[in-house]
């Protein structure tokens, strides 16, 4: 039986970014870029690159950096159909630097960018026709009204047709929503979402609960049937209704780690719909996302299957 396809939606976007750590935005100093970005467009980018059926839903401009993603996408295998180039205004950016100790410092123009022009019109029941997986995350919700409600709408359809797993990374960034919106936007996802890949502090938040344990069993209560909590290079920990387990990662020499994340929401789709466990998915996805990490750009270290393979094998040798 064929396995149907990954589907997300959201922002399209280019980053634009310091070549090497501790040159600040304010600075006068180099970038490197254009290069394709988004939180959904690498979910959607690595999923193609691990082999799996991956489609996109969004907006960005007819412009030369909207071409630059729609490229990029096009090269892994992504079905580029739905995305809708959107005349008259300019495919959303982001300038990314990286200060001396490895955190990043962002100035983003996606709310008032083509990224912001998904509408609910944009998803269709044709959308999910063919899709046994849906992904959200969070980065998408700020952007305006009617991209919010059109990932609303995805979710709705989704639940109401069935057979679908939707997965939600909240993703959340300071630069774009505070806490207390997080909250109030993240809960019509969470209501139908049956996987929730937060860090540790993004369930803390989400909840507002004391502790990360609390955390978890609130969102497991709230609906989830899996939490599964983000820890970089540390791997990850699968909650679930059996309990908690770790899950290693696997060690590299970490060059850029924007979109690791989105890299780990992608791979474990696609090892869960292949049948793996939600442990073995769970290690999979470590190891997609250490591998991402080893190039420097959002999509330029995304693995393909046989390289996570291999890794694996590695591993277990």
């Known amino acids: 039986m064929s396995l149907g396809a990954i589907v997300t939606l959201g922002e399209l976007l280019v980053e634009i970014m310091r070549p090497e750590r501790g040159i600040p935005l304010w600075a006068s100093g180099p970038f490197v870029g254009p290069l394709a970005s988004g939180a959904p467009a690498i979910f959607a980018h690595a999923a193609g ?4 059926p991956s489609r996109l839903v969004g907006t960005c401009g007819a412009d030369a950096f909207g ?3 729609v490229a990029k996408l096009e090269q892994a295998g992504v079905d580029v159909a ?3 180039r959107v005349a008259g205004q300019t495919t959303g950016t982001a300038f990314v630097a990286y200060r001396d100790d490895g955190e990043r410092d962002f100035v983003f123009h996606a709310r008032h960018s083509a990224a912001a022009a998904l509408e609910p019109a944009d998803v269709t029941a044709a959308t999910l026709d063919d899709a046994d997986w849906l992904h959200v995350t969070g980065t998408t919700l700020p952007l305006g009204d009617s991209v919010r409600e059109a990932c609303y709408r995805a979710v709705r359809l989704a639940a109401e047709r069935g057979g679908v797993t939707i997965s939600f990374d909240p ?6 929503i505070s806490p207390a919106a997080a909250r109030e936007l993240c809960a019509p996802v969470l209501e139908h979402a049956h996987v929730v890949l937060p860090s540790g502090e993004e369930a803390r938040l989400l909840t507002g609960a004391e502790t990360v344990e609390a955390a978890c069993e609130a969102l497991l209560t709230g609906g ?8 970089g290079a540390a791997g990850c920990t ?3 209704a059996s309990g908690s387990q770790q899950v290693p990662s696997l060690r590299v020499e970490e060059i850029d780690p924007t979109g690791a994340g989105d890299t ?3 791979a474990f789709a696609v090892a869960r719909r292949r049948g793996d466990s939600v442990h ?3 290690r999979f996805a470590a190891v997609a996302a250490a591998l991402s990490v080893t190039a420097f750009g959002p999509m330029e270290g995304a693995p393909g299957l046989d390289d996570v393979e291999r890794a694996l094998q590695r591993m277990d040798a």
């Open 49 to 52: 690159r691990l082999g799996a």
């Open 67 to 69: 071409d630059v993603i």
């Open 82 to 84: 739905s995305i809708r």
């Open 171 to 176: 993703n959340l960034r300071p630069e774009l």
């Open 224 to 231: 989830a049937d899996t939490v599964i909590l983000k820890r």
């Open 238 to 240: 699968v909650v679930d």
């Open 264 to 266: 780990f929401s992608a």
């Open 280 to 282: 073995a998915a769970a």
